[in-house]
């Protein structure tokens, strides 16, 4: 199976007979110009799944919603926050809440939970265990925030990590935030991440362009025995 990089949190599942777009945000090159969804994904033969874990613009983008004009196949599968928020309408998509699951036979969902906004996405695909974290990581500010904040937020992150321990141990893919933003701890998610399962692949995300950055997780993912794959450019392409 082959991995695409589109930018931010988004990335593309190829696979023979279907394309799987996760978290679209913005195509991999700026407006105006042709980007790897709009020039090639879109255009693949087969099955095409459109999957946005919540609401947050740089997680969902409304475009996609027209791009059934050029592929009225396409399977959209969001977060039940996207509806509430009068994004999409009740018949644009599947919506769906933590603990949910949705299946055609070439594609499983399961939809775990957040310590943000909607949910995380474990994906059964062509025989492998797929994971996209959205928005669930350790969110902190140590530096900003107090004590107890802090602890509240790995509590919740700690749940979250729980629910999904109860369902699988192994998963082959994993995207999962990668966030410079949060200041000096910004790996902790991560790192608390690949601790607590057996993770084939590592992909850092939500870096927006600070691939130096979101690249420096690769010595500890690699010193627990895990492939990282290390983003240097939109629409980066890799195989699994």
């Not at 309408?89 to 909607?118: H, M, N, Q, R």
Request: negative net charge.
């Amino acid at each position: 199976m082959e991995l695409v990089y589109i930018y931010h949190s988004g990335f593309a599942l190829l696979g023979e007979g279907f394309t799987v777009i996760i978290d679209y945000y913005r195509d991999s090159v700026e407006k105006n110009l042709t980007g790897i969804v709009h020039g090639e994904l879109l255009k693949r033969p087969g099955r095409l799944y459109v999957l946005s874990s919540h609401s947050h613009a740089d997680h969902f983008n409304p475009e996609v919603l027209t791009w059934r004009q050029e592929r009225p196949d396409v399977q959209f599968i969001f977060s039940k926050d996207i509806l509430e928020n009068q994004l999409a309408g009740p018949d644009d998509a599947c919506y769906f809440d933590k603990g949910e699951t949705w299946s055609d036979g070439i594609l499983e969902v399961e939809a775990f939970g957040s310590t943000d906004l909607g949910i995380s996405f474990l994906l059964h695909l062509d025989g492998k265990l797929i994971f996209h974290a959205g928005d669930l990581n350790n969110w902190h500010w140590k530096e900003e925030s107090t004590g107890e904040e802090v602890r509240e937020a790995e509590n919740a992150y700690f749940s979250e990590l729980d629910v999904i321990s109860r369902h699988v141990g192994r998963i082959d893919l994993v995207m999962f935030p990668v966030d410079p933003r949060l200041g000096k701890d910004y790996m902790l998610g991560a790192k608390q991440f690949v601790d607590r399962f057996q993770v084939g692949t590592f992909v850092p995300m939500h870096f927006d362009n600070a691939y130096d950055k979101a690249n420096a997780f690769q010595e500890y993912a690699e010193s627990r025995g895990i492939c990282f794959v290390k983003l240097n450019h939109k629409a980066f392409h890799s195989t699994f």
